[in-house]
T-cell receptor, first 115, second 111 residues
Framework: GAVVSQHPSWVICKSGTSVKIECRSLDFQATTMFWYRQFPKQSLMLMAT?????????EQGVEKDKFLINHASLTLSTLTVTSAHPEDSSFYIC???????????FGQGTRLTVV | DAKTTQPPSMDCAEGRAANLPCNHSTISGNEYVYWYRQIHSQGPQYIIH???NNETNEMASLIITEDRKSSTLILPHATLRDTAVYYC????????????FGAGTRLFVKA
């Protein structure tokens, strides 16, 4: 099946700093990618839809100025958590689905810890 | 909002079949039933999908009722490695469609 890769797998940052998470589709092109956040013992919550060459679409309640999304190519989307605070500590997951595929493919996730 | 309802948790003995139910009574005609699972601290993994016919692959079988309002995922011989959260999701096909997760079913496979 198709492969979606995230980097880094885990990151620790200080409060007030920004951290960038990359999501790559390794063997297919993705005009659309999706970003999720997952808190412990909870389900995945969709944060935003990343659109290649245009602005991301954010779900209700997600601050677009805090979670910057850039989808500069058909194989790469990035999520930047700006001015991170401890409450932003979470498991961030991206996904993409090739247009001709039926299923979505997910990255392995990035565990962010803000100290 | 998620369009599916699943039991929060289930137990299964190792080697036995695990039958995970899902209710999707508001499913639309163009929506497929997808099943994913998430093993602890990993990204979700695709298992199987179907539109209206029963489906089987190397991982599982999917039984969809004739009215398409519910389905059952069957793991024929559960192993300890099948312990995970299983998500039933309805969605149209295509790269632009969102995958919205509900609470899922936490399956514990016991030795």
């Amino acid at each position: 099946g198709a492969v979606v890769s995230q980097h880094p797998s885990w990151v620790i940052c200080k409060s007030g700093t920004s951290v960038k998470i990359e999501c790559r589709s390794l063997d297919f092109q993705a005009t659309t990618m999706f970003w999720y956040r997952q808190f412990p013992k909870q389900s995945l919550m969709l944060m935003a839809t990343s659109n290649e060459g245009s602005k991301a679409t954010y779900e209700q309640g997600v601050e677009k100025d805090k979670f910057l999304i850039n989808h500069a190519s058909l194989t790469l989307s990035t999520l930047t958590v700006t001015s991170a605070h401890p409450e932003d500590s979470s498991f961030y997951i991206c996904s993409a689905r090739p247009d001709r595929a039926t299923e979505a493919f997910f990255g392995q996730g990035t565990r962010l810890t803000v100290v | 909002d998620a369009k599916t309802t699943q039991p929060p948790s289930m137990d299964c003995a190792e080697g036995r079949a695990a039958n995970l139910p899902c209710n999707h009574s508001t499913i639309s005609g163009n929506e497929y039933v997808y099943w994913y699972r998430q093993i602890h601290s990993q990204g979700p993994q695709y298992i199987i999908h179907g539109l209206k016919n029963n489906e089987t692959n190397e991982m599982a079988s999917l039984i969809i009722t004739e009215d398409r309002k519910s389905s059952t995922l069957i793991l024929p011989h559960a192993t300890l490695r099948d312990t995970a959260v299983y998500y039933c999701i309805v969605s149209p096909r295509g790269g632009g469609f969102k995958t919205i997760f509900g609470a899922g079913t936490r399956l514990f496979v016991k030795a």
